[in-house]
């Protein structure tokens, strides 16, 4: 889990908003979602931002079920996490 865990709290330390997919893997883990909760939490602690991609429904029920959707702001597709990215840039803080 290093290997996932490390790149993104590096990415996150940037102050950059980030976008995952997690649709794009096979099986997520607890070890899975910590880094997704660790990154998140860098993210925002750097000035930054973490967003989902979920389109698949039993990805979004496990992030519903975790609690993970209230740290990290879900989309259905890339096109509506990069939406969302754009608007909170735009939008005055």
């Given at each position: 889990?290093?290997?996932l ?13 980030l ?16 880094a997704?909760?660790g990154?998140?939490?860098r ?21 519903r079920?975790?609690?993970?959707d ?14 969302a ?6 939008t005055?803080?």
């Amino acid at each position: 889990m290093t290997r996932l865990r490390e790149p993104l709290f590096e990415l996150a330390a940037s102050g950059r908003p980030l976008v995952v997919d997690p649709d794009q893997v096979r099986f997520i883990d607890l070890a899975g979602l910590a880094a997704l909760v660790g990154t998140a939490k860098r993210a925002t602690a750097c000035g930054g931002s973490l967003y989902a991609v979920c389109g698949r429904p039993k990805i979004r029920q496990l992030f519903r079920l975790t609690g993970l959707d209230r740290q990290v702001p879900l989309a259905r597709t890339m096109d509506e996490a990069l939406d969302a990215l754009l608007a909170a840039r735009i939008t005055p803080r």
